[in-house]
């Protein structure tokens, strides 16, 4: 063999009867191992060959490392919606075995984005929605576009509201069906006299 490796496949046993030129065994170099991460279709945009990336292998207690994106290759895969993104790292001294599962999180350009906590997101069958504190006691619910969501519980929002906006990030709603949505969206628009929907608090969009 021209490299040392460890022999991942053998196709001779004692007694075989050997050509020359028969391949009889498959050695696989571990000093350095590939990645291969199933990143979402929407979020491959975000990313470049050399961007950074923590790797979290659970496997062994929380060990992380760091890398760099190698590939990114140019197709998704129709059944998972994902594509796949190639990383390697050294591997000297054998602890990363191939098969093994792995956390990551990449690091992408920082660009400023307006974004709220998810928490003050409200789904409706229609679409994505905020309440917008107006003042005296009113409030709005206000239809949103949301974008990337960051792994600090922030999304962000593309439409609906603005930079300095104030809005809701929690309340004591209780709602059990799309016309109990309704009609609590249609009360906050007039004055809160109750406390059947109070607000614990509000929080600039930034």
Request: hydrophobic share 35%; no cysteine; net charge positive.
């Amino acid at each position: 063999a021209d490299t040392n490796g460890i022999i991942s496949e053998l196709y001779a046993n004692s007694g075989s009867y050997i050509k020359p030129g028969m391949e009889i065994a498959t050695l696989q170099d571990y000093s350095s191992v590939w990645i291969n991460a199933s990143v979402a279709e929407k979020d491959l945009q975000f990313l470049s060959i050399n961007n950074k990336a923590t790797i979290i292998f659970p496997n062994l207690g929380g060990v992380e490392r760091i890398a760099y994106i190698d590939y990114i290759h140019p197709t998704i895969d129709a059944s998972t919606r994902t594509g796949k993104v190639r990383l390697v790292l050294n591997n000297d001294k054998g602890n990363l075995k191939p098969g093994a599962y792995a956390d990551i999180i990449f690091e992408t350009n920082v660009d400023n984005r307006l974004a709220i906590p998810s928490e003050a997101i409200l789904k409706k069958s229609d679409g994505n929605f905020v309440i917008v504190a107006l003042g005296e006691g009113r409030f709005k619910p206000q239809k949103v576009v949301t974008g990337i969501n960051s792994s600090r519980g922030m999304t962000e929002i593309i439409s609906g509201i603005h930079k300095g906006d104030n809005i809701v990030i929690s309340s004591q709603f209780l709602i059990d069906s799309e016309s109990s949505f309704r009609e609590s969206f249609n009360k906050l628009t007039k004055p809160n006299k109750t406390k059947k929907a109070t607000a614990k608090g509000h929080r600039h969009a930034h």
